[in-house]
């Protein structure tokens, strides 16, 4: 029994030899594209099945738009409101209301000499003591308020011909241009309820159906590209410090009987395991580290078959 537990380890030690170490396994990838929520409405539409093959711009999952679409309605007259205060400001007075001011500064001034003729005669009466000083405070109160009225409406008209101040016109233009990014925005709501492949791929999954109410942040539709797979292996760790990233391994897949060629894309720089600092030195030569291989051929290979990458360049 002594035997036994002595000679176990010494052949688990030679089971990991450097021969063990030459290849790194792991399994053919795709790029995984996650398409998600932006709003909580109901899922009206999935006209492409799971399992199919799609190009970009393909609609997959649609939302209810109604809310998005009376949003954009609104935001439409609100620039239409926005454009219309513009142009009136642009083009300045109508003829007809300049003439009617025109017409409201005589009749001001007619009551001007109306109330001016007035008072000089209660002046007058009172000088001959023939009026009350009451009756001269009221021509001169009436005389007061004619002149008032005469320089109001002369301020109207030249108001209405001298045009619209150019501050004016920048806040109109400065609330036509907030109206227009509104309505952009609104816009780009409602063509995000329209679901659509943002590359040609494998629709790989549509975890919701139809009728049900998705929350914000859902994901709708997962997508596998469609284009060479990457090679996704765990190195060993007395292979990490000799890779690099472009270096070019041999890559062997179940089935294919030529090796296959794989350039390094990238290698993570922390174990997949546990960590090295609680390792003594033999154990550490158990720790491995993720990487990718991105292969230059094997565009129709499935995703999730095994792979191995032939670490040694021999």
């Known amino acids: 029994m002594r035997l036994i537990t002595i000679i176990l380890p010494l052949l688990l030690a030679a089971g990991c030899t450097s021969d063990t170490f030459e290849e ?3 399994t053919l990838e795709r790029d995984r594209i996650v398409l998600k929520a932006t709003a909580n409405e109901i899922i009206v539409g999935e006209p492409v099945p799971e399992g199919s093959l799609v190009t970009a711009g393909t609609l997959l999952v649609q939302l209810d738009d109604s809310r ?5 309605a609104k935001a439409t007259a609100e620039l239409a409101r926005a454009q219309a205060i513009l142009e009136e400001l642009r083009n300045g007075a109508r003829p007809e209301d300049i003439a009617a001011a025109s017409a409201r500064v005589d009749g001001a001034r007619a009551q001007v000499i109306e109330t001016e003729a007035s008072f000089v005669r209660a002046k007058q009466l009172l000088e001959q003591k023939l009026t009350a000083q009451a ?3 009221r021509a001169l109160a009436n005389r007061d308020a004619a002149e008032a009225t005469l320089e109001s409406a002369i301020e109207e008209l030249l108001r209405l011909t001298n045009g619209t101040r150019q501050e004016q016109l920048d806040q109109a233009e400065a609330a036509r241009q907030s109206a227009q990014a509104q309505l952009a ?10 679901v659509v492949a943002t590359r040609d791929a494998y629709l790989d999954s549509l975890p919701w159906h139809v009728g049900e109410r998705v929350d914000m942040g859902s994901t709708l539709a997962v997508l596998l590209a469609n284009d060479r797979p990457y090679a996704r292996v765990y190195i060993p760790e007395t292979w990490r410090a000799r890779l690099q990233v472009g270096d070019r391994r041999q890559v062997r897949v179940d089935g294919i009987e030529q090796p296959l060629t ?6 993570a720089t922390d174990p997949a395991f546990t960590p090295y ?7 550490r030569a158990r720790l491995v580290y993720m990487a990718e291989f991105d292969l230059e051929e094997g ?7 095994p792979a191995q990458v032939i670490l040694s360049d021999e």
């Open 24 to 26: 790194a396994l792991g």
């Open 68 to 72: 998005a679409r009376a949003q954009v």
């Open 135 to 137: 009756t001269l405070d």
């Open 185 to 194: 925005l609104e816009q780009h709501r409602l063509s995000e309820l329209s």
């Open 262 to 267: 794989g350039v390094l894309r990238w290698i």
């Open 277 to 283: 600092y609680a390792l003594n030195a033999n154990d």
């Open 299 to 305: 565009e129709d290979l499935p995703t999730g078959m």
